[in-house]
């Protein structure tokens, strides 16, 4: 209603999940998942958040992000999801463990943001930005 023409979804931790699911209905211009859980069903009592069974309904591009030893969600979890996903656009950051988890991955220092915080902007620019037409 207020003229947005394209919208990107961006969850982390649980929301990282449900960001999957209603990517999977919606169809965003974009799609990034913070160290998002694969089912996070029994933590959310009603809301439907199993990621892995709504990645193949997924087209948009997506861009996943994890730290090695993240004691929710592993690489190898996010690796699997993210080829669960049918976007020709898809791509898996795994960082060091001392990253975190969730919204802390875009946290740098006292006075930046993380490098990831940047390449997340960037890829949401590229992907949901504005455009002409």
């Known amino acids: 209603r ?3 023409r394209r919208v990107a979804l961006v969850g982390a931790s649980m929301g990282g999940a449900i960001a999957v699911v209603a990517a999977a209905r919606l169809h965003p211009a974009a799609l990034v998942d913070l160290s998002g859980e694969r089912d996070t069903t029994g933590l959310t009592p009603g809301i439907e ?4 069974a709504a ?3 997924v087209t948009a591009p ?5 730290a090695r030893g993240d004691r929710y969600v592993s690489p190898a979890d ?3 999801l993210a080829r669960r996903v049918r976007s020709a656009t898809k791509r898996v950051i795994v960082l060091p463990p001392s990253a975190g988890h ?7 220092t006292t006075t930046e ?10 890829f949401i620019r590229r992907h949901a930005g ?4």
Do not use: E, Q
């Not at 958040?49 to 892995?52: P, S, V």
């Not at 943001?113 to 960037?122: C, E, I, M, N, R």
């Not at 504005?130 to 037409?133: A, C, T």
């Open 55 to 57: 990645a193949p309904g």
């Open 78 to 80: 996010m690796h699997t």
């Open 49 to 52: 958040a199993d990621a892995g």
């Open 130 to 133: 504005d455009r002409p037409g």
């Open 62 to 66: 997506a861009l996943f992000a994890v």
């Open 102 to 108: 969730g919204w802390d991955l875009l946290i740098g």
């Open 113 to 122: 943001w993380s490098p990831l915080a940047a390449t997340v902007a960037a």
């Open 2 to 4: 207020r003229g947005a």
